[in-house]
């Protein structure tokens, strides 16, 4: 089993910044990608982001390309994600989650969630 502790969301002004943190803890070996995926009020849960545990390789959704960051830190068995240039429209929970054979957009490719971190975007 891995279990994941996401960290750090919280309340921002719209072009402000916040950094998330994805901790995991267990069979962390068995880890081959981590995401970041968000769900709003009101709408489906959607992908924002993912790396390769043991490497470098990421991807993005087009809507934060340019303004998030997601990296790791090995050592740590943690996983961070830079938001900058915060929108409203970013406002959402944001959720990491691990997979042991994939690096995917997809949220069912992913069988271990942890349980969220709220983000609020003012205007």
């Known amino acids: 089993q891995v279990q994941l502790v996401e960290s750090g969301g919280g309340l921002v002004q719209a072009g402000g910044s916040l950094r998330l943190s994805c901790a995991a803890s267990g069979r962390t070996f068995s880890i081959y990608g981590v995401g970041w995926f968000r769900q709003a009020p009101g709408k489906e849960r959607e992908f924002v982001a993912t790396?390769?545990?043991?490497?470098?390789?990421?991807d993005y959704a087009d809507s934060v390309k340019g303004r998030f960051t997601i990296s790791r830190n090995s050592a740590a068995n943690t996983v961070y994600l830079q938001m900058n240039s915060l929108r409203p429209e970013d406002t959402a929970v944001y959720y990491c989650?691990?997979?042991?054979?994939?690096?995917?957009?997809?949220?069912?490719?992913?069988?271990?969630w942890g349980r969220g971190t709220q983000v609020t975007v003012s205007s």
């Open positions: 989650a691990a997979a042991r054979w994939v690096v995917s957009k997809l949220e069912n490719e992913y069988g271990y």
């Open positions: 790396i390769r545990w043991g490497g470098y390789s990421t």
